[in-house]
């Protein structure tokens, strides 16, 4: 495909040779596409030991559709850190006057694309720093690309001649960072699947996500799925086992999920995010959270699973195996439950005295739990009418209590299921 575009662009340009009259003048890379790469940073300390990784955007103006990245990386450090001894040693290498480096940031950064993607003359690269700085002290940036500026936490150079590769150092004093922003709590449905070992869907359903954030967002996507470890063959588990180096014999009680969303806009670095889980989990065996997307586990309790973000990103993509936990337990924790608890104990109260049907009425746009459903299917002459929204709609949801409703193997009962089976 990239023959056949320079083949045409080969042609064009020897069509505009000899009719210089009719064509118009031919802007260089007039750039038409913002691409978004990510960079990852290492934080380096007083005695050269990595103490922070963070990923943080580059934003590329160019001509090409699509510039594939074969390694990205960068490391940064406070030059305060250091002794006035090694600080010395820097400026003299640097050939800055004496004391320049004190009160500096210093970075170094690489980006190589794959073999036949380059950055065009023309291109801009706009790279997001890991800190704030405001005066270029000191910058070697590679041939065939020239400076643009330093603003904030942004650092911007152009693209001269084609090149398959940038790196730089840069020196800068330290700037003052925006101040901060409050951040709003802004609640979202995120979508589950439930797979068997074929990875067929069994069951789905839609949980409350909780995001910590400066604004409010949209999902371009948005989605997980989890699998029961249990139900996997002997030899199926041990290959999980193997694979995420857990005990022998563990993996039948573990969940394993799988998580990726991707927002417009950017995640800022100290965003929380509260999921709420599709199941109740015990202890981590197994995270990735780290590894690439700024982004750290918190805690997990209950079927609550709270993550931090470091840094600035625009997704996030995670997997983790999770032992499994207790649902009678964790589910008492449930805040919206308890009004919907207390009328079903005072329906069951009445049923009891009169010895007639008793009804408890509920609202709220909640999946129900398995205790919930357990519960009524444990009490003949109490029926639920629920009173659910979901997406935007209302319906009534009445559950008869005394048939069979619970099953173990599934903690929660979502939106979709609850209509489809007990809607009017």
């Known amino acids: ?103 500096c940031y210093n970075a170094y950064g690489f980006i190589g694309l794959y073999p036949g993607d380059y950055f065009r003359e023309g291109d801009t690269i706009t790279f997001t720093l890991p800190f704030y700085g405001n005066e270029v002290v000191y910058l070697n940036l590679q ?25 730089f150092e840069l020196v800068v ?31 789905s359903g839609e949980f409350p996500v909780e995001f910590t954030t400066d604004e409010d967002f949209k999902f371009d996507y948005a989605g997980g799925y989890y699998q029961d470890l249990a139900d996997y063959s002997d030899e199926g588990q041990a290959s999980w086992e193997s694979s995420f180096g857990l005990e022998t014999g563990v993996a039948k009680d573990c969940y394993y999920l799988s998580v990726y969303f991707e927002r417009n806009g950017y995640f800022s670095e100290g965003d929380t995010y509260i999921f709420t889980l599709p199941f109740y989990a015990g202890e981590v065996l197994y995270s990735n959270v780290d590894a690439f997307c700024s982004l750290e586990l918190v805690s997990v309790s209950g079927n609550k699973l709270t ?50 049907e008793a009804v408890a009425e509920a609202s709220g746009d909640f999946s129900l739990s398995y205790e919930i459903m357990k519960w009524l299917e444990d009490h003949p002459n109490v029926t639920l009418k629920y009173a659910l929204t979901y997406k935007g709609i209302d319906y009534n949801i009445v559950i008869k209590g005394g048939q069979k409703l619970a099953d173990p193997q599934i903690p929660w009962y979502g939106p979709e299921y609850l209509i489809g089976k007990f809607g009017k």
């Open 143 to 167: 041939d065939g690309f020239e400076f643009v500026s330093v603003s904030g936490n942004k650092f911007t150079v152009k693209c001269l001649k084609e090149s398959d590769n940038i790196d």
């Open 1 to 103: 495909m990239k023959r056949m575009k320079k083949l045409i662009a080969a042609i064009a340009g020897a069509l505009l040779m000899v009719m210089p009259m009719i064509a118009s003048p031919m802007m260089v890379n007039a750039a038409s596409n913002n691409l978004t790469k990510y960079l990852s940073w290492d934080r380096y300390d007083g005695n050269f030991d990595i103490v922070k990784s963070v990923v943080y955007p580059v934003e590329i103006s160019t001509n090409e559709d699509y510039l594939a990245v074969y390694n990205s990386t960068g490391n940064y450090r406070d030059m305060d850190d250091y002794s006035d001894w090694v600080r010395d040693m820097w400026e003299k290498s640097y050939g800055v006057d004496s004391g320049a480096a004190k009160g």
């Open 307 to 356: 993550l931090k973000s470091t840094g600035e990103t625009n997704f996030y993509s995670f997997e983790m195996v999770i032992k499994k936990g207790s649902a009678s337990d964790a589910a008492q924790d449930q805040f919206w439950f308890k009004p919907m608890k207390t009328q079903l104990n005072i329906a069951a109260e009445v049923a009891s005295t009169t010895g007639k």
């Open 173 to 203: 004093k330290k700037g003052e960072a925006p101040a901060e922003s409050i951040k709003k709590t802004v609640t979202k449905t995120f979508p589950w699947d439930r797979l068997d070992e074929n990875y067929d869907s069994l069951s």
